[in-house]
Every structure is written in structure tokens, then in C-alpha cells.
T-cell receptor, first 110, second 113 residues
Framework: SQQGEEDPQALSIQEGENATMNCSYK?????LQWYRQNSGRGLVHLIL?????REKHSGRLRVTLDTSKKSSSLLITASRAADTASYFC??????????FGTGTRLTIIP | NAGVMQNPRHLVRRRGQEARLRCSPM?????VYWYRQLPEEGLKFMVY????????ESGMPKERFSAEFPKEGPSILRIQQVVRGDSAAYFC???????????FGPGTRLTVL
């Protein structure tokens, strides 16, 4: 399977702490995208990082990509209660079909 | 610029009926993708369409499922003779061109009784 796998499956942290989620995949990618999904809702696009990029930032989010290890990480700094959601990585192998992992369920404890 | 629109948001069908799910992409987006999400799982690709053309339908079940994206109007995902296993959330995404972010709609939650 080419499926991306997020790690950990679930993460609970105190408000204000940083949260780190990891994603691993098996074959070469064109790009990797991170999404957030609140319970029962649609997906919100967070960041796209291309295979020739190593790091991208957006507000409190930082995404890294290590193509030699076939892995990516999403860091959320200074977490807030509103960050509670499931986070998915999705890989594009160049065929426009995003392959999603099963997600990391993040809970921020106020 | 409105986001991706999907309707209905919730759809209940009895076994054997037909389900029609609609997706209006963001303005200026000509690439549409359909994904299915089963409970507690990630999304699974179904089909990729450009205006009037099916580009990749490798994720679509061979029978009962079809998709279209006509020149005018929304993209339609059609499921004929629904079965209980079709119960899922169906998401549509759009992008303006290849190798770009895919923006998702709110989804249609299909329940088959």
C-alpha cells in the first residue's frame, strides 16, 4: 500500500503546548498535503509541501519533509482548544489522486 | 469566492434506491475529485474529472457508481441500487489546475437503510 500513515493515532496535550504529528509513506511523491477535519465536518486544507521543499510555515503551523526518510511532520505551536481535530496527511504520487492516512486525533486540554 | 459546495449535506436512501450527490467546484476550478470516507477511516480516492472528461476512475466500484462533470452545472456522483455498505461520507474537492492544493467541500453523508 502507498498509504501515508500518521503517528501517533491519538495525542492529548495541554493548551499552550506544541503538538507534533508525523506522516510516513512508501513511494516517491510529487507533493504532500496536510488537512484538518473537525468531527463530522469537511476537510480544511492546511499546507502543501512539494518534493523539492524541506520546510514550510503558515502561522502557527510548520511542516517539514524528508524525502530520504519518506516522512513529514506537522508542528502546531502554542496550541489552542480550537485546534482539537483530526489531522490527515495526503500524498500525491503525481497522478492527482491523494492518498490519505487514517489520521491523528488531536485533543487540546484547556 | 465561495468554497466548494456540496448538496445535499445529508441523504437517506432505502436499499435499491438511487443516490445523486452534487458538487459545485470553486469558481475558476476545472478539476474535480470525489473521495469516500468510511467511519473512523481516512478518505479514499474515487474519481478525477475535468470538464466533460473522466481522467481517472480507478477508485470507483465497477458497478452501480458513475460520475460526470458536464460543461454546464455541477459534478454529479450517482449511485444506483444503493446497499448498506454504500453508507459513508462522500467528499468532493476541486483545484484550478494539476499539482495544486485540493480544496474540499463539506461532504454529503449518505445513509442507506
Amino acid at each position: 500500500s502507498q498509504q501515508g500513515e500518521e503517528d501517533p493515532q491519538a495525542l492529548s496535550i495541554q493548551e499552550g503546548e506544541n503538538a507534533t504529528m508525523n506522516c510516513s509513506y512508501k513511494t516517491s511523491i510529487n507533493n504532500l498535503q496536510w488537512y484538518r477535519q473537525n468531527s463530522g465536518r469537511g476537510l480544511v486544507h492546511l499546507i502543501l509541501i512539494r518534493s523539492n521543499e524541506r520546510e514550510k510555515h503558515s502561522g502557527r503551523l510548520r511542516v517539514t519533509l524528508d524525502t530520504s526518510k519518506k516522512s513529514s511532520s506537522l508542528l502546531i505551536t502554542a496550541s489552542r482548544a480550537a485546534d482539537t481535530a483530526s489531522y490527515f496527511c495526503a500524498t500525491d504520487f503525481g497522478n492527482e489522486k491523494l492518498t490519505f492516512g487514517t489520521g491523528t486525533r488531536l485533543t487540546i486540554i484547556p | 469566492n465561495a468554497g466548494v459546495m456540496q448538496n445535499p449535506r445529508h441523504l437517506v436512501r432505502r436499499r435499491g434506491q438511487e443516490a445523486r450527490l452534487r458538487c459545485s467546484p470553486m469558481k475558476g476550478h476545472s478539476h474535480v475529485y470525489w473521495y469516500r470516507q468510511l467511519p473512523e477511516e481516512g478518505l479514499k480516492f474515487m474519481v478525477y474529472l475535468q470538464k466533460e472528461n473522466i481522467i481517472d476512475e480507478s477508485g470507483m466500484p465497477k458497478e452501480r457508481f458513475s460520475a460526470e462533470f458536464p460543461k454546464e452545472g455541477p459534478s454529479i456522483l450517482r449511485i444506483q441500487q444503493v446497499v448498506r455498505g454504500d453508507s459513508a461520507a462522500y467528499f468532493c474537492a476541486s483545484s484550478p489546475y494539476r499539482d495544486h492544493e485540493q480544496f474540499f467541500g463539506p461532504g454529503t453523508r449518505l445513509t442507506v437503510l
